[in-house]
C-alpha cells in the first residue's frame, strides 16, 4: 500500500486536529477518530491479500491483546452474568477500533506523523488562551474551577498537562531551518497547557509532572553530564519552589491536610475521604466476587447496598471508584484486573524497546508512547481514566499513532539499505 500525497495529508490533518479539539469540540476528536476508521476499514479490506499489510498483528501481539483485553472481558461478562448493558463497550471499543487504524497509518511516510506533535502544542495554547480569556476576577478557585460544558475539572485539566508535555516529547521531531522557532513555539505550548491544568486545580494529575521532567532529561539527554544535570536540577528547583509558592497549589496541599484531618475525625465529605471510602467499598466488593466483579456498570448499585448495610455512607455510593485499578477489580474482578495490566504491558513495551533507538524520529515517537502510557497509569491513580469516551478516544488515537510512526520509519530506514540514522540530539 502506498498513500498518496492528498491522502496522507488528509490523515495528516485529522491528527492535527484530534488532539487539539479534545477540550473544547465535544466529540471532535471521535469525529477524526471515526473518519480515520473509515479509511482504515476501507484500506483493510483493498489491500487484504497485500502481503504483510496484516503481519503487525502478530508482530505486535501484546499491543493488539492489550487493546482488545478490556472489551472482551467485558463483552464475556455480560454473557455469563446474563446481562446486557452495550453501553460499558463503548469506551474500551475505543482502544480495539484503535488497531486498523494502526495498521493504515504505519504505511505511511514518517514525515506524515509530525502533525501529532503540532496537534498537541496547538490544544496546548487554545487551552491556555481560554484559561486566560476566562479567568474570574481574583482567579480560578476551588468553587470555581476551569473546565468546560462536556467535562470536569479533573480529565480537563489532565488532558491539558499531557497536551502541554507531549508538545515538549515531540520536539524530536523538529528539524529543518526553523527548528529553534518550532521549539520556542512548543515550550510556550508547554507554559500554557500547564497554566491550563493549574487553572484546573487538578491537583491528582500534578504527580505526573515528576514523571515526564525525568523521562524528557532521558530523552534530551540532560543527565549525560555533570553540567547539563546542574542546569536541568536548577531549573526544576526554580520552577517547583514558584509553584509552590503561589496561591493556588499552597490552597490545593492545604486542602489535601484538611481532607486527611476530616477523615480521621469521621467526616469523610471531601475530595479525599470520598476517594478513600470508595476504595475501601471497592475493595470490598472485590473481596465479595474475586474472580468476575460485580458486573462493569453495576458499581454504583453494589455500592447502594453497602450503603444500607451500613458499610459505607450514602453520600459516597458513586458510579465510579475514582481510580482505574479500583473500578476494575470491583466490577471486573480478577479477570479485568488481569486485563487492566495486560492493557498497560501493551501498550509500553514496544514503546520501551524502541526509546534508546539511534534515530532521533523512532526515539521522539517511542519517548512520546511512553509518557502516554505513564499518564494513563498516574492518572487512573486517582480518577477513572479508561471511562470518559472523549479521553479513552484520545489515549487510542496517540497510542496507534506513535506505534505506528516507529514501524513507518524503521520500515524507511531498511528500504534504504540502513542508511545511518541521525544521532541523538540533546535539548538545549
Not at 505486535?60 to 446486557?84: N, P, T
Not at 497547557?193 to 487538578?202: D, I, L, N, Q
Not at 460485580?294 to 447496598?305: I, P, Q, T, W, Y
Amino acid at each position: 500500500m502506498r498513500f498518496s500525497p492528498v491522502a496522507a495529508s488528509a490523515v495528516a490533518l485529522l491528527l492535527l486536529i484530534a488532539p487539539a479539539v479534545n477540550l473544547v469540540w465535544r466529540g471532535g476528536t471521535g469525529y477524526c477518530f471515526f473518519i480515520l476508521l473509515a479509511m482504515a476499514l476501507y484500506a483493510a479490506v483493498r489491500y487484504r491479500r497485500v502481503d504483510g499489510y496484516f503481519s503487525p498483528l502478530s508482530e505486535y501481539r501484546w499491543f493488539v491483546a492489550g487493546m482488545c483485553g478490556l472489551v472482551i472481558a467485558a463483552f464475556v461478562q455480560q454473557i455469563l452474568y446474563g446481562m446486557w448493558l452495550p453501553r460499558q463497550f463503548d469506551a474500551y471499543s475505543r482502544f480495539a477500533l484503535a488497531i486498523p487504524i494502526f495498521l493504515m497509518l504505519r504505511q505511511m511516510p514518517s514525515r506524515y506523523f509530525r502533525a501529532l506533535g503540532w496537534g498537541c502544542a496547538l490544544g496546548a495554547l487554545v487551552l491556555g488562551a481560554l484559561a486566560l480569556a476566562h479567568r474570574p476576577e481574583g482567579g480560578w478557585t476551588d468553587d470555581d474551577r476551569l473546565n468546560n460544558d462536556f467535562t470536569n475539572a479533573i480529565p480537563y485539566g489532565d488532558t491539558a498537562l499531557l497536551l502541554a508535555f507531549l508538545a515538549v516529547f515531540t520536539i524530536g521531531w523538529n528539524d529543518g531551518k526553523y527548528r529553534k522557532l518550532a521549539t520556542a513555539i512548543k515550550l510556550a505550548a508547554l507554559m500554557a497547557g500547564g497554566f491550563s491544568s493549574y487553572s484546573s486545580g487538578t491537583r491528582g494529575g500534578w504527580v505526573a509532572i515528576p514523571v515526564f521532567l525525568v523521562m524528557l532529561g532521558v530523552q534530551y539527554g540532560w543527565f549525560t553530564n555533570r553540567r547539563r544535570l546542574a542546569a536541568a536540577a536548577a531549573i526544576v528547583v526554580i520552577g517547583t519552589a514558584g509553584l509552590l509558592a503561589s496561591p493556588r497549589i499552597a490552597q490545593r496541599i492545604h486542602d489535601f491536610s484538611v481532607d486527611i484531618t476530616r477523615l480521621h475525625s469521621g467526616d469523610p465529605n471531601s475530595s479525599t475521604g470520598i476517594r478513600l471510602e470508595l476504595w475501601r467499598a471497592s475493595a470490598h466488593l472485590y473481596s465479595m466476587h474475586p474472580v468476575y466483579g460485580v458486573g462493569k456498570g453495576r458499581l454504583e448499585g453494589a455500592m447502594e447496598d453497602l450503603s444500607k448495610q451500613g458499610f459505607m455512607p450514602e453520600l459516597v455510593v458513586n458510579a465510579r471508584a475514582h481510580s482505574d485499578f479500583f473500578s476494575t477489580i470491583a466490577e471486573l474482578g480478577s479477570v479485568g484486573l488481569a486485563c487492566l495490566l495486560l492493557y498497560y504491558y501493551g501498550t509500553i513495551v514496544y514503546f520501551w524497546r524502541k526509546r534508546r533507538s539511534a534515530d532521533r524520529f523512532v526515539r521522539t515517537a517511542a519517548w512520546s508512547g511512553l509518557a502516554v502510557s505513564a499518564s494513563t497509569i498516574v492518572f487512573g491513580l486517582t480518577i477513572d481514566v479508561l471511562v470518559p469516551i472523549m479521553v479513552t478516544v484520545l489515549v487510542a488515537l496517540f497510542t496507534a499513532t506513535f506505534l505506528a510512526a516507529i514501524d513507518a520509519r524503521e520500515r524507511e530506514l531498511a528500504a534504504a539499505g540502513g542508511a545511518k540514522p541521525d544521532s541523538p540530539t540533546p535539548l538545549r
